[in-house]
């Protein structure tokens, strides 16, 4: 998580945060009321499958199979995923990682304060981290580099 979090230039703390939230594993497949699913342990949906076998040029079912069973691949696919949301964001880190969980506003300020909540259990609550969201953010601060994807594509 650290390595795909500082490629994406992303906070480190922020993807171990998701991953509580998801609650994924290696090898879950969660099954949506869409007909979509989530794989792995960052819970990345399968609407990411064509994206991602583009830019990684591997069949699609390779992807999938890998979302499913190889952590780092998952892992390294959801920061991608982050990355582009906090891109489209103008670099705002917490609508990004709503964006990860859903668009709709409701489910995207619900996801939020998650994310920020697992940060605290994961990391501690310093003062005033839970109005600002710097527990999830920690002490690094990154402009927008680039990147790719979310869990759930627009």
Same mark, same amino acid.
């Given at each position: 998580? %650290?390595?795909?979090?500082? &490629?994406? *230039? $992303? ?5 171990? !945060? ?12 969660? *099954? @949506?009321? @869409? ?19 583009? =830019?990684?040029? $591997?069949?699609? !079912?390779? =992807? /999938?199979? /890998?979302?499913? &069973? @190889?952590?780092?691949? +998952?892992? %390294? ?14 670099? @705002?880190?917490? %609508? ?11 489910? +995207? ?9 697992? *940060?605290? !259990? ?8 839970? *109005? ?8 690094? =601060?990154?402009?927008? /580099? ?9």
């Amino acid at each position: 998580m %650290a390595a795909a979090a500082s &490629f994406y *230039a $992303l906070p480190p703390r922020v993807l171990p !945060a998701i991953q509580l939230v998801e609650g994924g594993r290696v090898g879950t497949v969660a *099954a @949506d009321a @869409d007909g979509t699913a989530d794989l792995g342990i960052m819970q990345v949906n399968t609407r990411w499958i064509a994206t991602l076998a583009a =830019v990684t040029h $591997l069949p699609a !079912a390779a =992807v /999938r199979a /890998r979302l499913t &069973f @190889d952590p780092c691949f +998952n892992i %390294a696919a959801a920061a991608a995923i982050l990355r582009t949301y906090r891109v489209e964001t103008h670099g @705002d880190l917490m %609508a990004a990682i709503g964006d990860y969980h859903s668009h709709t506003p409701a489910l +995207n300020l619900g996801y939020r304060e998650a994310v920020v909540q697992a *940060a605290h !259990a994961l990391f501690g609550a310093p003062g005033h981290a839970a *109005a600002t969201g710097s527990a999830v953010a920690g002490r690094a =601060v990154a402009g927008p /580099r680039g990147g790719g994807g979310g869990a759930t594509p627009r």
